[in-house]
Nanobody, 126 residues
Framework: EEQLVESGGGLVQAGGSLTLSCSAP????????IGWFRQAPGKEREGVAC????????YYAAPVSGRFGISKDNAKNTVNLQMNSLKPEDTAVYYC???????????????????WGQGTQVTVSA
């Protein structure tokens, strides 16, 4: 059964860094746009970053622009989210998601993605 698996979450102090990974055991990310989303308690799930299937073009939500970086590691078949200068407001469950696509751009609209992982918790202490 195809699945997306997130890893790398944990507890970190404000100002610290974490790298999340999204893998697809038995599959690849070729032909898919990949997005990272997060959901804090009591809040809607929001888009954080995405990377397109063609050209690996990236897009970031304003709150994380300049602090987070999304990239593909083709050797490991993962899509990583490097998170730097973390803030307490970054605390959330982080999800990766994919949608089959042959586009040079991606979207942070969660309704455009049809396959999701189970999420990984990121907690940033003040």
């Amino acid at each position: 059964e195809e699945q997306l698996v997130e890893s790398g979450g944990g507890l970190v102090q404000a100002g610290g860094s974490l790298t999340l990974s999204c893998s697809a055991p038995g599959s690849t990310f070729e032909d898919y746009n990949i997005g990272w989303f997060r959901q804090a308690p009591g809040k809607e799930r929001e888009g954080v970053a995405c990377i397109s299937s063609i050209g690996d073009n990236v897009y970031y939500a304003a709150p994380v622009s300049g602090r987070f970086g999304i990239s593909k590691d083709n050797a490991k078949n993962t899509v990583n989210l490097q998170m730097n200068s973390l803030k307490p407001e970054d605390t959330a469950v982080y999800y990766c998601a994919r949608i089959i696509s042959w586009k040079t751009y991606c979207s942070l609209d969660r309704d455009e993605y049809d396959y999701w992982g189970q999420g990984t918790q990121v907690t940033v202490s003040a």
